[in-house]
Every structure is written in C-alpha cells, then in structure tokens.
C-alpha cells in the first residue's frame, strides 16, 4: 500500500508561481510512473502531468505546457510540480497520483493511488 500526501497550495495572484509536493510512503516508490492531476468545481478531474519511474519521460497537458515541470526525487520518495505564471484558469484542488508500473500514463484510470489533494487558488 503507497499512500501520497500533498502539500503547497495556497493562494497567489495571477503571474505568481507555486511549487506543489508529493510525499509517497513505502520502499517501492521509485519503481511507480506518478502524475498529477487537477479538479475544478462542477468539472471533472483532468490530467496535468506525468513522469516515468525514473524521471526521464514527461508528458503534460496542452493547458500547461511551457508554464508547469513535473519532478521527482527517487531519494526522497517525493513528486514535484512547479507551477509559473499561474492564471485564474489554474484554480482546482491538485492531486497528486501513482501508479504501479513504470510508464508515465494520462488516463487517470491507469492510476492505482490517489493523494488528498491540495487547494491552488489564483486571484486575478
């Protein structure tokens, strides 16, 4: 059993940057593909980003791309996402995901474990 706990939301105004953390118990972290995705109210969840085991494949959502960089740090059993120039549109509650193979997936079915989530609010 993995169990993932994010932290670093808050709120920021527009053209701010945040840098969200996922910390994932268990030895066998650095053998699972992770991912965050995102909620907004009265939407369904959407895929932001994802990075391989080893961290050489990323991939990322159109609405993000160039703005957002997925991490990870195999040592420290922990996922990244940096977030610049944040806009209103980024408001959502982000989830951070893990999933027991090693490819970096979009769909958020292919994901075996779910963090709480954690509250990103961008005022304009």
């Known amino acids: 059993q993995v169990q993932l706990v994010e932290s670093g939301g808050g709120l920021v105004q527009a053209g701010a940057s945040l840098r969200l953390s996922c910390a994932a118990s268990?030895?066998?972290?650095?053998?699972?593909?992770m991912g965050w995705f995102r909620q907004a109210p009265g939407k369904e969840r959407e895929f932001v980003a994802a990075?391989?085991?080893?961290?050489?494949?990323?991939y990322y959502a159109d609405s993000v791309k160039g703005r957002f960089t997925i991490s990870r740090d195999n040592a420290k059993n922990t996922v990244y996402l940096q977030m610049n120039s944040l806009s209103p549109e980024d408001t959502a509650v982000y989830y951070c995901?893990?999933?027991?193979?090693?490819?970096?997936?979009?769909?958020?079915?292919?994901?075996?474990?779910w963090g709480q989530g954690t509250q990103v609010t961008i005022s304009s």
């Open positions: 268990g030895r066998t972290f650095r053998n699972y593909a």
């Open positions: 995901a893990g999933r027991v193979v090693s490819v970096a997936g979009q769909n958020r079915e292919g994901y075996n474990y």
């Open positions: 990075i391989s085991s080893s961290g050489v494949t990323t």
